[in-house]
C-alpha cells in the first residue's frame, strides 16, 4: 500500500528566509506526487506535481521540489519565503493512470511565517 | 470557468440525524472524488465517482455513501451521525487530459 510521510508537524521560518519541506513516499513503483497547499477554511490547491521526467519541477507561487527516486522523497522548496506563505502544507502520491484518482495524502507541515 | 462548488459550506447536526452534502464539479470534468479531513486521522479517501459509477472506495463504514448524476454533480450522504464524523468533507474533480484534481472549499460538518 502506498504511504507518504511528512516528518515535520510545524515550521517556522523568518520572511524572506528559504524553506524546505521534506516529504517521502511508500510505493513499488515511480508514483504520481503532488504538493498542495491549504490555507485556513479554504480548500486545497495544486503547488505542482511530477509525473516523470524532469526531476525538478517548478509549481506556482515560486515553489520547486525535486524528486530523488533514490531517497524516496519529493521535497517541496522555496528560496525567499513570504508572510503569505503561511499554511498548511501537504505531500501527496498517487498510483498511475488505471489505479483511480486516490490521492493518498500525508499528515501535512503547519508553516508559520515570522515577520 | 467555474470552480468546484461545494455546499453547505457548514452545518450542524446532532447525533443520530442523516445529513447530505453536494458537490458540482467544474463543467467538463466527469470525475468526482471525496476526502474527509480531521485533525486526527488527516486527510482520507472516501469515493471515487466517474460517469455515475462508483470506480472506487476508500475504508469507511457502510453509514457513507455517495452518487453521481448524469451532469456529473455528486452528493455523499452519511447516516446515523456520530461525533467522530465530524470533519471538513473535501470534493475534487478531476480533469480529464491533466488528472488534475480541482477541490472544492469543503464542507464542515460538526455533530453534536
Known amino acids: 500500500a502506498q504511504s507518504v510521510t511528512q516528518p515535520d508537524i510545524h515550521i517556522t521560518v523568518s520572511e524572506g528566509a528559504s524553506l524546505e519541506l521534506r516529504c517521502n513516499y511508500s510505493?513499488?513503483?515511480?508514483?504520481?506526487l503532488f504538493w498542495y497547499v491549504q490555507s485556513p477554511g479554504q480548500g486545497l490547491q495544486l503547488l505542482l506535481k511530477?509525473?516523470?521526467?524532469?526531476?525538478l519541477v517548478q509549481g506556482i507561487k515560486g515553489f520547486e521540489a525535486e524528486f530523488k527516486r533514490s531517497q524516496s522523497s519529493f521535497n517541496l522548496r522555496k528560496p525567499s519565503v513570504h508572510w503569505s506563505d503561511a499554511a498548511e502544507y501537504f505531500c501527496?502520491?498517487?498510483?498511475?493512470?488505471?489505479?483511480?484518482?486516490?490521492?493518498?495524502f500525508g499528515t501535512g507541515t503547519q508553516l508559520k511565517v515570522e515577520l | 470557468k467555474a470552480g468546484v462548488t461545494q455546499t453547505p459550506r457548514y452545518l450542524i447536526k446532532t447525533r443520530g440525524q442523516q445529513v447530505t452534502l453536494s458537490c458540482s464539479p467544474i463543467s467538463g470534468h466527469r470525475s468526482v472524488s471525496w476526502y474527509q479531513q480531521t485533525p486526527g486521522q488527516g486527510l482520507q479517501f472516501l469515493f471515487e465517482y466517474f460517469s455515475e459509477t462508483q470506480r472506487n472506495k476508500g475504508n469507511f463504514p457502510g453509514r457513507f455513501s455517495g452518487r453521481q448524476f448524469s451532469n456529473s454533480r455528486s452528493e455523499m450522504n452519511v447516516s446515523t451521525l456520530e461525533l467522530g464524523d465530524s470533519a471538513l468533507y473535501l470534493c475534487?474533480?478531476?480533469?480529464?487530459?491533466?488528472?488534475?484534481?480541482?477541490f472544492g472549499e469543503g464542507s464542515r460538518l460538526t455533530v453534536l
Open positions: 475534487a474533480s478531476r480533469e480529464d487530459s491533466t488528472g488534475e484534481l480541482f
Open positions: 510505493y513499488g513503483a515511480t508514483p504520481y
Open positions: 501527496a502520491s498517487r498510483g498511475p493512470p488505471g489505479g483511480g484518482n486516490k490521492l493518498t
Open positions: 511530477y509525473f516523470s521526467g524532469d526531476t
